[in-house]
C-alpha cells in the first residue's frame, strides 16, 4: 500500500470489490485513531452496494 503524507494529512487510494466489480477512490485518509470507516452510498452505488431498510447505522 501506497501512503503520502501531504504534511498535514496521510492518504491512500483503495479498491473496493463487490460481487465481482470494482470501485478505486483515490485521497482516502487514514486515521490511525479511528474506530469506523465510513464511505458515502452515493459513491458505493457506482458498484451496486445499497441501503436497506433494517441495516445498522
Known amino acids: 500500500m ?7 494529512l ?3 487510494t483503495i479498491t473496493l470489490c463487490y460481487r465481482g466489480k470494482t470501485l ?3 485521497d482516502i485518509i487514514i486515521d490511525t485513531g479511528s474506530s469506523h470507516t465510513v ?9 451496486g452496494v ?3 431498510n433494517g441495516d445498522p447505522v
Open 24 to 26: 478505486q477512490l483515490s
Open 39 to 47: 464511505f458515502s452510498p452515493d459513491v458505493l452505488e457506482a458498484i
Open 10 to 12: 496521510l492518504t491512500t
Open 2 to 8: 501506497k501512503m503520502v503524507y501531504d504534511g498535514q
Open 50 to 52: 445499497t441501503y436497506e
